[in-house]
């Protein structure tokens, strides 16, 4: 199966907001829908348990920090009781392993007192 998305030279047209007429020149894209479906969506990543290579839960994952083109961070809550309480950290995105087989996140060669000992993550308000 083949799927084909539009893209716009002057960006992606929102719902609800008037488009000045197209001038530019539309590209499409074809999509190997079976290539796709091999990635993680973000919405399983969130709130996934992040494991050690011992397979011991250190942490859940709370937010990603995308940049342009790919997720730079993850933040991952150590400790804590559903969301409350716990130590936020960053981690760089590269860093964590995607166990397709296991459907598990992996970070390996921390700990749970590890990760507790890194700076406290906290957003620029």
């Known amino acids: 199966m083949l799927v084909v998305g ?38 399983k990543l969130h709130g996934s348990a992040v494991v ?20 730079l961070f993850v933040v991952i809550q150590v400790g804590g009781f559903l969301g409350l309480g716990g130590h936020l950290i960053a ?4 860093q964590l392993k995607l166990d397709d087989e296991k ?7 921390a700990s749970k007192d590890e990760l507790r000992k890194l700076p406290e993550f906290h957003y620029l308000k």
């Open 6 to 43: 539009a893209v716009f030279a002057g960006g992606i047209a929102k719902v609800g907001v008037a488009v000045p007429a197209l001038s530019q020149v539309v590209r499409l894209l074809s999509v190997d829908v079976k290539e796709v479906a091999k990635g993680w969506r973000t919405t």
């Open 52 to 71: 050690n290579d011992k397979d011991e839960k250190i942490g859940t994952i709370d937010d990603m920090i995308i940049g342009k083109d790919k997720v």
């Open 91 to 94: 981690t760089p995105f590269d």
């Open 103 to 109: 459907g598990k996140v992996v970070l390996p060669g």
